[in-house]
Structure formats: structure tokens, C-alpha cells
């Protein structure tokens, strides 16, 4: 994971601590644009765990790892990827609620 992974799921997780506070409210130019980035954000590190996930599906078909290895991250993979597609989810509905994507 990158430091630009990293600060990028530390911003999601901050922004949905204060989620319940802008809900409601029609967000400016400039919090739709920071709202707008973070699911960009969230969206491409969901990409790079997805393309990790074809390398390793690529090296179990050729036989470089063993089905368990292959198990293991597959599972670790589907963990990650959920909780992800749950927060973009849940980014969307602000940006719609709050009307950034009008």
C-alpha cells in the first residue's frame, strides 16, 4: 500500500466520522470538489487491489502459488473490496444528498 493509499483511507475514514454533521446540508463548490477527490481517491485504490487481485489469479493459473496462498489473498482481497464499495456507496448518496452531483 502506498503513502498515497494510506493518507487517502485515513481522509475516508475521517470524513465519515463527521458524515452525520453535512448530510443535510447543501455543500459548497469547494466540499463537493474535496468530496468529488476522495471518491476518485477511494476509487483508484479500489483499482490497484483489483489489478493486485488479477496479478495473483494470473500466478495461481501458472501454478506459482498454491491454491491456499491463492485462497488467503482472494479472501483478504473480497474483505478489503467490500468495505471499499460500501464507503464509495455511501460517498455517492452524500454527494447526491447534499447535492454535489447536480
Do not use: P
Amino acid at each position: 500500500m502506498t503513502n498515497r493509499n494510506v493518507f487517502s483511507l485515513l481522509f475516508v475514514f475521517l470524513f465519515f466520522g463527521c458524515a452525520h454533521v453535512t448530510r443535510s446540508a447543501t455543500h459548497s463548490k469547494a466540499e463537493c470538489y474535496d468530496l468529488l477527490k476522495q471518491i476518485v481517491a477511494v476509487q483508484d485504490y479500489r483499482n490497484d487491489l483489483s489489478t493486485k487481485m488479477h496479478e495473483t489469479t494470473v500466478s495461481y493459473k501458472h501454478d506459482e502459488i498454491s491454491l491456499e496462498d491463492f485462497r488467503k489473498h482472494r479472501e483478504e482481497w473480497l474483505v478489503k473490496e467490500n468495505n471499499l464499495h460500501h464507503q464509495v456507496n455511501e460517498m455517492y448518496n452524500m454527494a447526491y444528498g447534499t447535492r454535489c452531483l447536480e
